[in-house]
């Protein structure tokens, strides 16, 4: 059963351009969302996080925005640099802490 | 910055043998997690320690995988006997406690490698 979903494996855009990675999940318990970016062979590190008292969050070039009627979240990437070329990860944490990830998504940046 | 430590980087292993890999979380940290990620797929949970006891561990193979943290510092996973589907990320990674804004560090991971 996955409850977190993540269901395209591969995006790409033009340095400069909007990013938007999509997640869903299928647990309306979850109430907490992260994204992770993760580089090859490096382990996950984390970028933003949303509760879901909230329907968006900005830190910087990246806005996650979280729709909870849907069960949707998206992070986006303004504008997106080379730089962020990497597997981006949406998790939500069960009660225990443990979180559950989604499959990922590669970003590919072209310059 | 504190980061989480995890040994080996890299390890090729034959089936049936040993193996076993080290983390060392952010000093301080009293939450201690072991995923493992299959190429293409997202890290999934196998053990989850706080300081020294298991919290968690209904998706570790018990019959080949055992995880410690005696003293409630760093923790070893070993892997016996090690068989082909066992290649993957190990990653480590920790946090000072299971709420919702205690975000978890992940170590550099472990590349296993089973031949």
């Known amino acids: 059963d996955q409850q977190v979903k993540q269901n395209s494996p591969s995006l790409s855009v033009q340095e400069g351009r909007i990013s938007i990675l999509n997640c869903d999940y299928t647990?309306?318990?979850?109430?907490?969302f992260l994204w992770y970016k993760k580089y090859p062979a490096e382990g996950p590190t984390f970028l933003i996080s949303?509760?879901?008292?909230?329907d968006k969050n900005e830190d910087g070039r990246f806005t996650v925005f979280l729709n909870k009627s849907a069960k949707h979240l998206s992070l986006h990437i303004v504008p997106s640099q080379p730089g962020d070329s990497a597997v981006y990860f949406c998790?939500?944490?069960?009660?225990?802490?443990?979180?559950?990830f989604g499959q990922g998504t590669t970003l590919q940046v072209k310059p | 910055e504190a980061e989480v430590a995890q040994s080996p980087r890299y390890k090729i292993t034959e089936k049936s043998q040993a193996v076993a890999f080290w983390c060392d979380p952010i000093?301080?940290?009293?939450?201690l997690y072991w995923y493992r990620q299959i190429l293409g797929q997202g890290p999934e949970l196998l053990v989850q320690?706080?300081?020294?006891?298991?919290?968690?561990d209904s998706q570790l193979p018990k019959d080949r995988f055992s995880a410690e943290r005696l003293k409630g510092v760093d923790s070893t996973l070993k892997i016996q006997p090690a068989e082909l589907g066992d290649s993957a990320m190990y990653l480590c990674?920790?946090?000072?406690?299971?709420?919702?804004?205690?975000?978890?560090?992940f170590g550099p991971g472990t590349r296993l490698t089973v031949l």
């Open positions: 990674a920790s946090s000072p406690g299971t709420g919702e804004s205690d975000t978890q560090y």
């Open positions: 647990n309306s318990m979850f109430d907490y």
């Open positions: 949303i509760s879901s008292i909230k």
């Open positions: 998790a939500a944490p069960r009660d225990t802490g443990k979180l559950i």
């Open positions: 000093s301080g940290h009293a939450t």
């Open positions: 320690f706080q300081d020294e006891s298991v919290v968690d």
